[in-house]
């Protein structure tokens, strides 16, 4: 008998079953682009890349809401604090929707908080960047989630199930996310000189980082090849990279800032803006812990998990007490 | 699985609107019914997703098994009289 209960693995197949028939079913499943949901057969790596990916997808979407929740209490008007704080409840909600996505492959909620907690996990780079002034609100939102639309909307099309619809629920909300982000943009570089120049200053900090948001070059990505057999991964680095490029000159002209990058061109023959190198190396230092808010973010997460436990051993021990109190007065 | 440190998993079904059918949208942890409907409200219906909820706890939830697919469901597949398009009606023959 089986039970829905999602954070549960279920029972491996009968061992009567041929790993290598099983696996080519899987495989012609995914190559008709049927959906793999969670009681299903699936190769044990693709069972591990998707918790890998899934979680620091989750994690991302946690720290995330550090730099932004940063300017909660000091956003400049009403209007303005109450869509950052949408937005920040939506980050978090973004978070559930894909930690539960990823329990459905068999691992449970404290182990993924405890990977992100203990830093055994990564999340995003990006979150590991001051938000210095409040223009970075309307950078974040324009660039970071721009370039997180661009990685996850192809995401909503993965193969495996939970995840793409948890994608897809995603999405819908981001471009709010993102076109928040523009409107705080167009209001700065439309106002005094002094507001302009912050946009100026949030958009010359965030570019690089937003860029690097797609990954290591498609020629030195590790995961790719597997990834993209198994229709997780869909579009390459490169190719994201260059699409959010071409989609991006033209908003930062409409908003009369320049991208920081003096190799920028458009390339008539290619049709596709060429753009200068990334400096892969201070990705790898960020990702390795030496970003300039690594620590910071850490330690946040930390101090906010220790002191929310009271909370939820007491919601815990408040059920069961109502419980107790429902079945006594039954019997 | 019962581990009483940890609050359970529910599974979340939402009415879009009224007249709709209880919809799957997703799952979530909660320490009992009270807070599970909460949770959801915050969760699944940020934007007037819904009018109406339910919660179930996951593991109250009996699901067909995957392996047994082909055994439940395609005993249905040959038998295509069930549908009305399995019968050429003369078009001569209105309203039926």
Redesign the interface.
Known sequence: ????????RGAD?APAADPGVLEQHFLARVDAEQKI?P???MPARYRSMLIRQISQHAHSEIVGMLPEGNWITRAPTLRRKAILI?KV??EA?HG??LY?AA?TLGV???ELIDQLLSGRAKYSSIFNYPTTTWADVGAIGWLVDGAAIMNQIPLCRCSYGPYA??MV?ICR?ESFHQRQGFDLMLHLARGTAEQKAMAQDALNRWWWPALMMFGPPDASSTHSGESQRWKIKRISNDELRQKFVDFTVPQAKFLGLALPDPLLRWNETQQRHEFGPIDWNEFEQVLKGNGPCNAERLAARREAHAEGAWV??A??V???K??LRAARQAA | ?HD????P?Y?VFVRARGGLDHKHV????A??ER?AIEHAR??YT??QEGVSIWVVP??A???????ETESLFEPARDKIYRHPTFYDIPDEVKTL
């Open positions: 008998m089986y039970t829905q209960e999602l954070d549960v197949p949901e009681k299903e057969w949408a409840q939506d909600g559930a929707y539960s329990e449970s909620r404290d619809r948890a629920r909300e939820r051993e919601a815990i408040h059920a069961e109502q419980r | 699985m009483s440190r940890h609050w998993l599974e997703g799952s979530l942890h320490a009992d807070m915050d969760l940020r934007r996951s593991k939830i009996t699901a067909s098994d995957p392996g």
